[in-house]
């Protein structure tokens, strides 16, 4: 029996050590794995990035650094697959030309390009078409920086219960009475259309030609707020009044991130 004892420990002890030796192999595997996925979501990302970039240039709009960010974990695993779930855009600091000399601007521009087709074997040679299912961006356009692309000398936008108001001076009478009114907003072609009504100017007399004068000067508010050109074919599908500025969300479907896109 003394035998037998002696004979098992070494066993158990080889057996021991060979199982630490798998474990530790396992996870610098592992270990290696995940350097080598976030390396080469890196790559792709920075490379991303430099496409959007270039496209701003051509667009004449600028903004910081493009910061990009391919969600999803493992990252090679969806290389292999040909699809990747979400690619996340952020502009900040984004400014493109609305004509007359005149620019929109939004702090920051946050575009997602989701359900992205990219075959392996197009990655590999450039050659073939990469393409997103879907791609939306949301900005907010300041109430200041949309006033001043209204160009109406004093006035003042600002967000009530879920609608934009316009207050601007109004001259009559050879007065100066404060004119306020709920702007209409209507989305069409990529062209948001600002239009005022039921304005409305304290102490101005009720009459006629009082009504025409503030018509009149009504028409001159408004205005269409043509957006520039944004990455990815992106174009303006609807507008929000909220308590920051003017909600902008854009959107387009089945977009090429190739050379047209990306």
Same mark, same amino acid.
């Given at each position: 029996? #003394?035998?037998?004892?002696?004979?098992?420990? +070494?066993?158990?002890?080889?057996?021991?050590?060979?199982?630490? !030796?798998?474990?530790? *192999?396992?996870? @610098?595997? %592992? #270990?290696?794995?995940?350097?080598?996925?976030?390396?080469?979501?890196?790559?792709?990302?920075?490379?991303?990035?430099?496409?959007?970039?270039?496209?701003?240039?051509?667009?004449?709009?600028?903004?910081?650094?493009?910061?990009? !960010? @391919?969600?999803?974990?493992?990252? *090679? !695993?969806?290389?292999?697959?040909?699809?990747?779930?979400?690619?996340?855009?952020?502009?900040?600091?984004?400014?493109? /030309?609305?004509?007359?000399?005149?620019?929109?601007?939004?702090?920051?521009?946050? @575009?997602? #390009?989701?359900?992205?087709?990219? /075959?392996?074997?197009?990655?590999?040679?450039?050659?073939?078409?990469?393409?997103?299912?879907? %791609?939306?961006?949301?900005?907010?356009?300041?109430?200041?920086? *949309?006033?001043?692309?209204?160009?109406? &000398?004093?006035?003042?936008?600002?967000?009530?219960?879920?609608?934009?108001?316009?207050? #601007? /001076?109004?001259?009559?009478?050879? &007065?100066?009475?404060?004119?306020?009114?709920?702007?209409?907003?209507?989305?069409?072609?990529?062209?948001?259309?600002?239009?005022?009504?039921? %304005?409305?100017?304290?102490?101005?007399?009720?009459? +006629?030609?009082?009504?025409?004068? @503030?018509?009149?000067?009504?028409?001159?508010?408004?205005?269409? *707020?043509?957006? +520039?050109?944004? /990455?990815?074919?992106?174009?303006? &599908?609807?507008?929000?009044?909220?308590?920051?500025?003017?909600?902008?969300?854009?959107?387009?479907?089945?977009?090429?991130?190739?050379?047209?896109?990306?």
């Amino acid at each position: 029996m #003394a035998e037998v004892y002696g004979t098992a420990r +070494p066993r158990k002890r080889w057996g021991r050590r060979l199982l630490i !030796t798998f474990v530790v *192999l396992l996870l @610098i595997i %592992v #270990a290696a794995l995940a350097v080598a996925d976030r390396v080469g979501a890196s790559y792709a990302e920075r490379v991303i990035g430099d496409r959007v970039a270039q496209q701003l240039t051509e667009q004449k709009a600028t903004a910081e650094k493009p910061d990009v !960010t @391919i969600e999803g974990v493992p990252f *090679l !695993t969806q290389v292999a697959r040909g699809n990747y779930q979400e690619i996340k855009i952020l502009l900040k600091d984004f400014s493109g /030309p609305a004509g007359n000399g005149k620019n929109i601007k939004m702090a920051r521009l946050d @575009i997602r #390009a989701k359900d992205v087709a990219a /075959p392996l074997d197009t990655v590999r040679s450039g050659n073939g078409d990469i393409v997103a299912g879907t %791609v939306t961006g949301v900005g907010t356009l300041s109430y200041a920086d *949309l006033a001043d692309l209204i160009g109406q &000398q004093g006035l003042k936008l600002s967000a009530r219960d879920g609608k934009l108001v316009g207050a #601007a /001076p109004f001259e009559a009478l050879g &007065q100066t009475f404060n004119a306020t009114g709920t702007a209409n907003l209507a989305v069409k072609n990529g062209v948001v259309n600002v239009t005022f009504a039921d %304005v409305t100017a304290e102490g101005l007399p009720n009459i +006629p030609l009082m009504r025409t004068l @503030i018509n009149n000067y009504v028409k001159q508010l408004a205005f269409d *707020l043509k957006v +520039p050109a944004l /990455p990815l074919g992106l174009k303006v &599908q609807k507008v929000e009044p909220r308590a920051d500025g003017l909600f902008v969300t854009t959107g387009a479907s089945n977009v090429s991130l190739s050379s047209g896109g990306l």
